[in-house]
């Protein structure tokens, strides 16, 4: 029949889905150089037998195409299973500073893949990872041991009440700006 390229182009666009979900979790950026040529040419060779030769029927794939992964991130929005479904959800690679060996062989990674990871993160001790996860989009997400986390602001506050002393008073020069006077006066002799 000569719409059947429609349901053509439907089962192709699903049957990529689930083909590159089955290739991994690795964004644009991260794909081999191997990878990338067997992404395009699957990309390619879902596309060959729709549009044959006809320029309308190529136009409507690709509309198809289009409308397709419209609706497929619409339903991932609407629904946590069809989101799982078709992006996968967290795999925890790292617990109290210790490797999932079996979780990062799950994502088809390697020890020294996640140190890189870590060490672009400015991590020079996967003992400082409390938890640390692969996510959908291929990259680590983490959480620092208390030990290993920066001091916020809200915490060296909270420090300073605790110890009973009072914050160090300095100039503001926005504040000096408003009120006219300098809260800092400069030293009588400037060299």
Same mark, same amino acid.
């Given at each position: 029949m000569e719409t059947d390229f429609i349901w053509e182009s439907v089962l192709m666009v699903l049957v990529g889905f689930l083909l590159l979900r089955v290739t991994g979790r690795k964004s644009i950026s991260q794909l081999t150089i191997p990878a990338?040529?067997?992404?395009?040419?699957?990309?390619s060779i879902i596309?060959?037998?729709?549009?044959?030769?006809?320029?309308?029927k190529t136009v409507i794939s690709v509309a198809i195409f289009v409308l397709v992964l419209l609706i497929v991130e619409y339903l991932q929005v609407k629904s946590n299973r069809m989101e799982k479904f078709f992006t996968g959800g967290s795999v925890p690679v790292?617990? /109290?500073? %210790? $490797? &999932?060996?079996?979780?990062?062989?799950k994502v088809r990674l390697t020890v020294d893949k996640i140190?890189?990871?870590?060490r672009q993160n400015g991590i020079i001790s996967m003992e400082s990872v409390k938890r640390a996860t692969i996510e959908p989009n291929g990259r680590l997400g983490y959480e620092l041991?208390? /030990?290993? %986390? $920066? &001091?916020?602001?809200?915490?060296?506050k909270r420090l300073l009440r605790e110890s009973n002393e009072p914050p160090p008073k300095e100039g503001n020069l926005f504040r000096e700006?408003?009120?006219?006077?300098h809260l800092n006066p400069?030293?009588?002799?400037?060299?």
């Open positions: 990338t040529v067997i992404l395009i040419s699957i990309g596309v060959q037998p729709i549009i044959e030769t006809s320029v309308v790292i617990k /109290d500073g %210790r $490797p &999932l060996l079996k979780n990062i062989k140190e890189m990871h870590l041991t208390e /030990d290993a %986390r $920066p &001091l916020t602001v809200g915490e060296f700006a408003e009120e006219g006077k400069p030293p009588e002799k400037l060299d």
